[in-house]
């Protein structure tokens, strides 16, 4: 009986968690945190909980909001104005003459779409902005603008799909920077001498071969 209680369970939550993947795979993945949420995919769990309105996603305009409506079954609404104004696509631009290299806009982006190191100049690498103006707030010269591209493109499917896979990337990379950053000086040190005594081991099995 247990065990069919937790197969229901795990067949339940399987279920959830397409509803939620097929929800987010309708946003535009610009990461931008205009809905009230920390990136698009926990909009996305918050819509399938029935928690939010489909109408809190500027970068997807009243079209995208009318999408999210459908798919949920939900009254059609244009973009709440109080999240952010829809429009055409905007990318992030950096002043060279006034960049400090202070990589304040680094750590904000958050699909990785600034190239740079600290004390050198930055730049916005525009192929991968999403426009999500992350990188305004924290500039301490006020160096950063945002334009409208050249050819006034909608974001595809395409870039979304791209913007997606780097941001869950720069998520994972930095989950593991910060599980490091928590081990303690003795993890550090046992993490070490293992790493000793396993090499110690290969040359002494080394060495044997070698003799027979």
């Given at each position: 009986?247990?065990?069919?209680?937790?197969?229901?369970?795990?067949?339940?939550?399987?279920?959830?968690?397409?509803?939620?993947e097929?929800?987010?795979?309708?946003?535009?993945?610009?990461?931008?945190r205009?809905?009230?949420?920390?990136?698009?995919?926990?909009?996305?769990?918050?819509?399938?909980?029935?928690?939010?309105l489909?109408?809190?996603?500027?970068?997807?305009g009243?079209?995208?909001?009318?999408?999210?409506?459908?798919f949920?079954?939900?009254?059609?609404?244009?973009?709440?104005?109080?999240?952010?104004?829809?429009?055409?696509?905007?990318?992030?631009?950096?002043?060279?003459?006034?960049?400090?290299?202070?990589?304040?806009?680094?750590l904000?982006?958050?699909?990785?779409?600034?190239?740079?190191?600290?004390?050198?100049?930055?730049?916005?690498i525009?192929?991968?902005?999403?426009?999500?103006?992350?990188?305004?707030?924290?500039?301490?010269?006020?160096?950063?603008?945002?334009?409208?591209?050249?050819?006034?493109?909608?974001?595809?499917s395409?870039?979304?799909?791209?913007?997606?896979?780097r941001?869950?990337a720069?998520?994972?990379?930095?989950?593991?920077?910060?599980?490091?950053?928590?081990?303690?000086?003795?993890?550090?040190?046992?993490?070490?001498?293992?790493?000793?005594?396993?090499?110690?081991?290969?040359?002494?099995?080394?060495?044997?071969k070698?003799?027979?």
């Open positions: 009986m247990i065990r069919s209680e937790a197969v229901w369970t795990q067949y339940l939550d399987a279920i959830f968690n397409a509803h939620i097929a929800i987010n795979a309708l946003l535009p993945q610009t990461q931008c205009r809905c009230g949420f920390e990136a698009c995919r926990p909009y996305a769990e918050a819509l399938a909980r029935n928690e939010t489909p109408n809190r996603c500027p970068p997807g009243d079209e995208g909001a009318a999408r999210l409506a459908a949920l079954n939900r009254p059609t609404t244009p973009v709440d104005r109080s999240c952010g104004e829809p429009g055409p696509l905007k990318v992030a631009r950096i002043r060279e003459v006034d960049c400090i290299g202070c990589t304040k806009c680094i904000a982006c958050p699909v990785d779409a600034i190239s740079g190191a600290s004390r050198w100049m930055h730049a916005v525009e192929s991968r902005c999403t426009g999500c103006e992350l990188c305004l707030p924290p500039c301490p010269t006020d160096c950063i603008e945002m334009v409208e591209v050249n050819d006034s493109s909608s974001w595809s395409e870039q979304a799909d791209a913007a997606r896979s941001y869950e720069r998520t994972e990379r930095l989950s593991k920077a910060q599980a490091r950053s928590l081990e303690t000086p003795e993890d550090r040190r046992r993490a070490l001498v293992a790493q000793a005594l396993e090499r110690a081991t290969q040359r002494r099995e080394s060495a044997r070698a003799s027979a």
